[in-house]
């Protein structure tokens, strides 16, 4: 079809949604730690995106950076989290109430939900893409085992949220600190280890640092448990065709970035020990 800019009814869908820069105003502007802030803008096509999910964020004067959505709300009302480690995500922490933002997205696959038994495990910024699952998973599990876990208590986010979400449904809630600053001392695999030597579950979700994913892939393995988890790699086009993204034969912008157990026994030699930099070239995880 011949495309013509004054005729914008027949621009091809694939150019017309989610993959059209959006420019989105910050509403709200929210410390979760020293490090770590929530934006929360007004997006359409947020409102339709599925736990996991994430969308490119276009910092003006930075950069363009994947960042998984932190909360969705049908009426579009949505929020990012973010940690400052670099240029873009400190540019993004500069930012002021009122500011705007470029977004596209949402992309990627999702986590699946699953009902019944479920345990869920998030550190760091891990615990990003967890919550909006946690708060679509309590309408269908009958028990939820939700394990979060951080070098230290500044760093355990959503504390209160996950408590407010948790508070009616049969759930267990066990934090862990590798300082001991809070909760248990040590580390969320420990945690997860004791449970699934004991129990059941329907699936195991994760996010986190691959390490701690890894490991969580592992125990889900040995126990013959499913197992979801969100990875992170370099990421430019987020559509599957610049390659910077690529673990084995999947691209985690198009095929995940949510991958199963199946997925994941496919690209043993790499999850969990190499990723790729932005020259493409193998790097230690
Ligand atoms: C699918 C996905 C979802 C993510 N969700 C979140 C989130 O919800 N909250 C959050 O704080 N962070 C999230 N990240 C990580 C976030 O994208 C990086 O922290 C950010 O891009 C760093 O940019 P920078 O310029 O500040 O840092 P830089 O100094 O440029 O980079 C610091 C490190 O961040 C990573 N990084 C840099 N650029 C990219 C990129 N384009 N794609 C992927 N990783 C990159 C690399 O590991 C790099 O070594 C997500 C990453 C992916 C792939
Ligand atoms: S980011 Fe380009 S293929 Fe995934």
């Known amino acids: 079809m011949q495309f013509h800019p ?6 091809p869908t694939y150019l017309n949604a989610v993959n059209r820069l959006r420019i989105v105003k910050i509403k709200e502007i929210r410390a979760e730690s020293p490090t770590v802030k929530t934006f929360t803008f007004q997006d359409k096509l947020c409102g339709k995106a599925e736990p996991g999910q994430f969308v490119m964020v276009w910092i003006l004067g930075a950069d363009e950076i994947p960042i998984s959505l932190s909360s969705i709300t049908t009426n579009g009302l949505t929020s990012i989290t973010v940690a400052q ?4 995500t400190k540019a993004l922490h500069q930012r002021k109430r ?9 992309y ?13 495990a998030g550190g760091g ?45 049969n759930a267990e809630i066990v934090a862990t600190t590798e300082d001991g600053s809070y909760g248990l001392k040590g580390i969320v695999t ?42 992170e790699r370099i990421m430019r086009c987020a559509i599957g065709l610049c390659g910077s993204c690529v ?13 199963t157990s199946e997925q994941l026994r496919t ?10 930099d932005f020259q493409g070239r193998k790097i230690a995880v």
């Open 108 to 120: 990627g696959n999702g986590f699946t939900l699953t009902s019944g038994n479920i345990m869920i």
């Open 190 to 231: 420990d945690q997860a280890e004791q449970r699934l030597a004991k129990d059941k579950f329907d699936m195991i979700y994760a996010c986190g640092p691959e390490q701690m994913m890894h490991n969580m892939f592992l125990l889900a393995e040995r126990y013959h448990m499913p197992f979801q988890a969100s990875l």
């Open 6 to 11: 004054q005729n914008r009814s027949k621009v």
């Open 267 to 276: 690209v043993k030699e790499e999850f969990g020990k190499f990723k790729r």
């Open 247 to 259: 673990i084995g034969k999947f691209r985690v912008c198009k095929d995940g970035p949510v991958l």
């Open 125 to 169: 910024t891990g615990l990003v893409p967890i919550m909006p699952l946690t708060e679509k998973i309590v309408k269908l599990s009958t028990k939820l085992t939700f394990l979060l876990g951080a070098k230290t208590k500044d760093e355990l986010l959503f504390l209160d949220r996950i408590n407010k979400t948790l508070s009616e449904v």
């Open 98 to 106: 009122g500011d705007f933002l470029g977004i596209r997205g949402p």
């Open 85 to 88: 480690v670099g240029k873009a």
